[in-house]
């Protein structure tokens, strides 16, 4: 359903998402090795990670909003079709966020070998 729902997001959607999987690739090289450069690069990642995410729901949500302006009535298909555009907005945020959480679970995994 998430990679049904990813095949038509948009360009800056699929890119916000690289931008959000990068603190779990960081997160995941901190536990495999960790260092204070790689933890002090976690922080800023992340940010960029949660700014990405937001403009991936803001992105989603203007399309939706969108979509549902260009129907000229407001029927069953109509309602549907928004319905879906609107979670269709939502996965790249909840990829994001998952990504994040995975990314702070190494963290904490790499501060205990680091320590």
């Known amino acids: 359903m998430i990679a049904q ?4 997001t948009s360009l800056v959607a699929r890119l916000g998402l690289l931008v959000s999987i990068s603190p779990m690739v960081m997160g995941v090289v901190y536990a495999v090795r960790p260092s204070e450069r790689r933890l ?3 922080r800023p990642l992340s ?3 949660i700014f990405a995410a937001l403009c991936d729901l803001l992105v989603g949500l203007a399309n939706a909003l969108r979509s549902i302006a260009a129907t000229n009535s407001l ?3 109509s309602v549907r079709l928004g319905a ?3 979670s269709d907005a939502l996965i790249p945020m909840f990829i994001a966020f998952a990504c994040l959480t ?5 963290v904490a995994l790499g501060l ?3 320590s």
């Open 5 to 8: 729902s990813l095949t038509h």
């Open 112 to 114: 205990t070998r680091h």
């Open 84 to 86: 879906l555009a609107l």
């Open 102 to 106: 995975v990314a702070w679970l190494c």
């Open 47 to 49: 940010l960029a990670g």
């Open 75 to 77: 029927d069953t298909s």
């Open 40 to 42: 002090a690069l976690m």
